[in-house]
């Protein structure tokens, strides 16, 4: 009896590489087939692209359609570019409805069309449904197949009845009620259904009016929702409150993951879609654009720097030293922004709390510059044996993280009044200010005293 | 009929903060009484320490244990601090054994011992269990609340056994089965039983010795085995596969939350229980910490720098323009790191691959590198007119980009075998790489060529 988290992990992906080299293609389809359709997800995309080809030759292909809702939108083009078109549909036919919306729109024109002509007629609706929402909505994201009953009647009419139906979906944790006119009206639970007698109504046992959310509804609120009141699913409801679709607790964890993976890679400026094993052409291209950003913002530093030439020629100690104060603005700078960003994500920034936090930032900032100033003029002394400029590399930093703190604050804010997203661009923004702002109070001030 | 997710928000803190301001504490308190434990939380989380104590006042004590165990550490021991010993004991009374275990790490010693002894013996008996497993493993974070049935039994009795029962867990999508031992045998779906006959044998219709993980293990692979297989609740089994409780999907969300914090803060070597509204002493104490690590390594640069000296005292332009190779170097790298840190969370980095990746992670360096040398040059001549210059920055640029991919790929991995997290510290390694190679390569071959 092995728990299946003993057979994950890069091991398996060792395995994998060797049995491709040693051509163990009848062992590794028989591996293959024994795990989840998300585990051949993963190991297709731990590959580089080659071997992937390789191994998508060998995975069933009825599981095709559920490996392909499992992968990364860049890795699945990727497949999609070397699988016939018969296969492309008869995999399309095999997914479910919110998957397929997505998947439709990475293939070309006329496969797509091929495909919806094919689809069954309510399939097709359902398509349609979820494509009339936006991406990025709940109703993009919320699954069909949901089971409902009425109010009116008994606990025993409700199990005679689901016990005939051959399955219910495997993580049925409530069951919907909803009246004539399919208006959502409450939750059935089933850890109270399973406790009740039969004569009990379901209209008495019910949980009336909870755990909804509107289909047009911003897909990031579930997350929010689904956290702060430990829920396993809601109904997702229309304009006229009609129960169109349920959320699992399964599709808000798809939903943070993928919240998290886009925040960790934004940072730096990479795409939520960026392949690890992608070819290195495209990443190259796809890249540059952040470099070329930086650029721009290093040349503004390099701009103020270049107005000091002067004192520069002068005291070459200047620009050993120069990076210090630009540094350590930025590193304190990027701990505000960074609680910052987490502070607004997690909706805690509001108008009346902000200049408190202000005065807190900076005041951290201070004593942390009153620290850190002493020791970075005393090593300046010890090294240039100079107070004048062991003095002013003392003041430049408090000035600096005195700075930082306040972009740290201010950055962010204004970002998203602007409605730029603050973790994407806010550390850019931030160490460009932090670094002009540092070399200007160190250069400035050797400027001003020691010319 | 409100959907939960429109009364959320920064308005609520405005609102709140208002009421305070204005006095209303009646009208706060009712509001206050409406909401999730949870939502209690952070309104508290998201207020000075001030303003925490006041709106602590008007939350009701029955709700304290709840509110308490959803607050991030620093926060709650802020609570803690103002509470009189009794509050915190009838407080304790109310929580999950598991929560529990947590809070009593972080209180006062004779507080614990009193917690401790007030408690009835099973509950004590279930604390000490916990407290048995080592921190961050799945017997920390397990709930004990799980209903089990044997496999001898039809379902007609199972129906009758549960109806005896006043509730059940409220999150139940599944009953573990276990034999006469106690032992773990498999999982009864909800979803199967509510469809099955009364006279079908659980041991027909369970799936035998799916879905379960050793107390023992590291809480961390929940996250990835909750995802991979689009689970609702595991079995969690001792060394005897007796069954001693059940992780639900709910606990699994709150995990994956925690180190989604966790690797955002750490990025910025802030603590995963940094409270954004702690005061500013013992915040500024925390990260001056990171701070110093940062002085050391930009001294290290600044050292090199000191190097040339000689070349700098006569190119002023030197100076003006070295940050921009440093700079370049630090996003470039900071990518492939992120990748890969990225690539090693998700357990997709095997021996096997890494060489794959480091000649693509190289030519991609090489590209951008070779595009933006060009730019970099073509700006440092038309700025300085000097083609030596112009030169020795494009080359120092391609230099310090293939420097920057092959950091990005080997520091997590170096790290990681020294077992130091790469996603804490890669970014500082990195950057001291990179703006030393930077430094290194542009003003050693200004001196090599220009002197």
Same mark, same amino acid.
Do not use: C
């Given at each position: 009896?092995?728990?299946?988290?003993?057979?994950?992990g890069?091991?398996m992906?060792?395995?994998?590489l060797m049995?491709?080299?040693?051509?163990?293609?009848?062992?590794?389809?028989?591996?293959?087939?024994?795990?989840?359709p998300?585990?051949?997800a993963?190991?297709?995309?731990?590959?580089?692209?080659?071997?992937?080809?390789?191994?998508?030759e060998?995975?069933a292909p009825?599981?095709?359609?559920e490996?392909?809702?499992?992968?990364?939108?860049?890795?699945?083009?990727?497949?999609?570019?070397?699988?016939?078109?018969?296969q492309?549909?008869?995999?399309?036919?095999?997914?479910?409805?919110?998957?397929?919306?997505?998947?439709?729109?990475e293939?070309?024109?006329?496969?797509t069309s091929?495909?919806?002509?094919?689809?069954?007629q309510?399939?097709?609706?359902?398509?349609?449904?979820?494509?009339?929402f %936006?991406?990025g909505?709940?109703?993009?994201?919320?699954?069909?197949?949901?089971?409902s009953?009425?109010?009116?009647?008994?606990?025993?009419?409700?199990?005679?009845w689901?016990?005939?139906?051959n399955s219910?979906?495997?993580?049925?944790?409530?069951?919907m009620?909803?009246?004539?006119?399919?208006?959502?009206?409450?939750?059935?639970?089933v850890?109270?259904?399973?406790?009740?007698q039969?004569?009990?109504?379901?209209?008495?046992?019910?949980?009336?009016?909870?755990?909804l959310?509107?289909?047009?509804?911003?897909?990031h609120?579930?997350?929010?929702?689904?956290?702060r009141r430990?829920l396993?699913?809601?109904?997702?409801?229309n304009?006229?409150?009609?129960?169109?679709?349920?959320?699992?607790?399964?599709?808000?964890?798809?939903?943070m993951?993928?919240?998290?993976?886009?925040?960790?890679?934004?940072?730096?400026?990479?795409? %939520?879609?960026?392949?690890?094993?992608?070819?290195?052409?495209?990443?190259?291209k796809?890249?540059?654009?952040?470099?070329?950003?930086?650029?721009v913002?290093?040349?503004?530093?390099?701009?103020v720097?270049?107005?000091?030439? %002067?004192?520069?020629?002068?005291?070459?100690?200047?620009?050993?030293?120069?990076?210090?104060?630009?540094?350590?603005g930025?590193?304190a700078?990027?701990?505000?922004?960074?609680?910052?960003?987490?502070?607004m994500?997690l909706?805690?920034?509001?108008?009346?709390?902000?200049?408190?936090?202000?005065?807190k930032?900076?005041?951290?900032?201070?004593?942390?510059?009153?620290?850190w100033?002493?020791v970075v003029a005393?090593?300046?002394?010890?090294?240039?044996r100079?107070?004048g400029?062991?003095?002013?590399?003392?003041?430049?930093?408090?000035l600096?993280?005195?700075?930082?703190?306040?972009?740290?604050?201010t950055?962010?804010l204004?970002?998203?009044?602007?409605?730029?997203?603050?973790?994407?661009?806010?550390?850019?923004?931030?160490?460009?200010v932090?670094?002009?702002?540092?070399?200007?109070?160190?250069?400035?001030?050797?400027?001003?005293?020691l010319?």
């Amino acid at each position: 009896m092995d728990s299946v988290v003993e057979s994950l992990g890069s091991q398996m992906i060792e395995l994998v590489l060797m049995d491709l080299s040693l051509g163990n293609h009848g062992l590794l389809r028989d591996a293959l087939y024994e795990l989840h359709p998300a585990e051949q997800a993963y190991i297709l995309e731990s590959l580089p692209q080659d071997k992937r080809a390789l191994v998508w030759e060998l995975v069933a292909p009825e599981s095709h359609g559920e490996i392909l809702s499992h992968m990364h939108e860049e890795a699945r083009i990727g497949i999609f570019d070397e699988m016939p078109a018969e296969q492309i549909l008869a995999a399309a036919g095999e997914m479910d409805v919110e998957d397929l919306a997505v998947v439709l729109e990475e293939l070309p024109e006329d496969i797509t069309s091929t495909i919806i002509d094919e689809l069954e007629q309510d399939y097709r609706q359902r398509l349609e449904m979820v494509q009339s929402f %936006e991406d990025g909505t709940v109703g993009r994201r919320m699954s069909h197949d949901v089971v409902s009953v009425r109010e009116d009647v008994n606990v025993g009419v409700v199990m005679r009845w689901l016990r005939r139906h051959n399955s219910l979906p495997l993580q049925t944790d409530a069951l919907m009620v909803i009246d004539d006119n399919g208006r959502y009206m409450g939750k059935l639970d089933v850890s109270v259904l399973l406790v009740s007698q039969s004569e009990a109504m379901v209209a008495d046992i019910m949980r009336r009016d909870v755990d909804l959310v509107s289909a047009s509804a911003n897909e990031h609120e579930l997350v929010t929702m689904f956290e702060r009141r430990d829920l396993m699913s809601v109904a997702v409801v229309n304009d006229e409150q009609v129960l169109v679709g349920r959320i699992g607790v399964d599709d808000v964890l798809d939903l943070m993951r993928e919240e998290a993976e886009r925040n960790l890679l934004k940072t730096a400026g990479l795409d %939520e879609q960026e392949d690890l094993f992608a070819p290195a052409f495209p990443s190259a291209k796809r890249r540059g654009l952040w470099l070329g950003i930086n650029l721009v913002t290093v040349f503004m530093a390099a701009w103020v720097i270049g107005q000091f030439e %002067e004192v520069l020629d002068k005291f070459v100690a200047l620009a050993v030293l120069m990076p210090v104060v630009a540094s350590m603005g930025g590193i304190a700078g990027s701990q505000t922004l960074t609680l910052m960003i987490r502070g607004m994500a997690l909706d805690q920034i509001a108008k009346s709390n902000v200049r408190w936090l202000t005065v807190k930032e900076l005041t951290v900032g201070g004593l942390n510059g009153i620290a850190w100033s002493v020791v970075v003029a005393l090593v300046a002394f010890l090294w240039f044996r100079d107070t004048g400029i062991a003095l002013i590399i003392g003041v430049a930093l408090i000035l600096n993280l005195l700075a930082a703190a306040l972009s740290g604050i201010t950055i962010p804010l204004l970002l998203k009044r602007m409605g730029i997203d603050p973790a994407l661009s806010g550390a850019v923004v931030l160490t460009t200010v932090t670094d002009i702002v540092g070399f200007l109070s160190f250069l400035g001030l050797a400027s001003l005293f020691l010319l």
